[in-house]
């Protein structure tokens, strides 16, 4: 009886230093933004740190779900060890089995309570992370609107508008690019009567009066950046200012992703069609450098050469770069990254030699770029 009783007075105590040692590293992860770059990098497990605060707080979230896994592992493989261990011996001194227990119902209870528990707390975090980084602020708020175009296999980037440090677009779209889309998307008188019997033109086109390959959903800008099989696309974006994307493909599913802003979303032809939510924001971004981008949906055979970079600069120099392409309008982007003394290629990526004799516009429209 003396041994049975201070068998339970040990599992007891083990217990409760598990539950003391579990809980003060929970409470011990609820603050993980220091100025110790060492425990930064080593608490991401894997994760980029982010250049946003919906980056950092997904990383966050990414913590605090792997610290809790780790503490249900431990503690599950911490019970089965010791089962092994203190249950080794199939009979006692006496050589009597030990007493069978069928079942325990305070602890029955307890195993069950605590996976609700746990679901319950992921889910609460899981909202509110969510709610921060699919947060819509209104059109005042944002400071820059990005239209961003993904093709086969490539980028095109164009300022909607801008409100930064004087610098000053309203209305960024280039309506004579945007009318001949329209245009082109759908037939022409002669191509209808075509279509038609008896001599009377056809009600419409193939796709309600418009064609398939219509390509008047996506955005078309004054500025513009677009990417090359010989030249990676830098997007300029200024720092401390809520950004906007808007996103669209002109061909296949492509997904636009900064692994910095540790969030990606998915690219889609016609996403008004689609129903696919189709632009995402970030409130700043916290610091200035050079970040590589990516598709990270499989497109097609130049998949993984679809890259691009994000240079993230101050408010002061993102409108000196916006006033020398507004003032030049015929001059490349490396030129207007020159005239405000950044580098005038991408520094994060570079072009992939693949070979390839073609490449594709942002129309999908297959152009001679031989890469050497």
Known sequence: MVEQRD??????????????GTLGLLLSGCSLHTDNKWWNQTINFGFPTGVTPE?????EFWTLTVIA??????????????????HRKKKNDNGEFPRQTA???????????????????LFYFTVITQNKVLDLRPEEEVGVKVDV??????WKFGYNKVDVAGASIEDGTNE??????EDAGVLSDEERMALGHDGEPAAGGPIHGRLAEDKSYLYYND???????????VLVLPTDTRVEFRLASADVVHSFWIPE????????????????????????????????????EMCGAYHAMMNFELRSVSPEAFADYIQFRQDNPTASNAEALESIGEEPYSTSTAPFETGRTDTRDQNNVIENASVN
């Open 176 to 181: 004579e690019a945007q009318q001949a889309a």
């Open 149 to 154: 175009t993904a093709f086969q296999w490539n």
């Open 55 to 59: 980056g950092t707080a997904v990383r």
């Open 103 to 121: 079942y325990n119902v305070p602890l029955e209870l307890i195993y069950t309570a605590i996976p609700f528990v746990i679901i319950s707390l």
């Open 223 to 233: 500025i513009e950046t677009v990417g090359t099989s010989e030249e990676v696309p």
């Open 261 to 296: 802003f540790i969030y990606k979303l998915d690219v889609m032809p016609h996403p008004g069609q689609n129903q696919q939510l189709s632009m995402f924001q970030i409130s700043e971004i916290d610091r200035e450098g050079a970040f590589v981008g990516r598709c990270a």
């Open 69 to 86: 896994s780790l503490l249900v592992g431990f503690l599950v493989w911490g019970l089965i060890f010791w089962s092994m261990a203190r």
């Open 7 to 20: 068998g339970r007075r040990r599992t007891r105590r083990a217990a409760l230093t598990v539950s003391l």
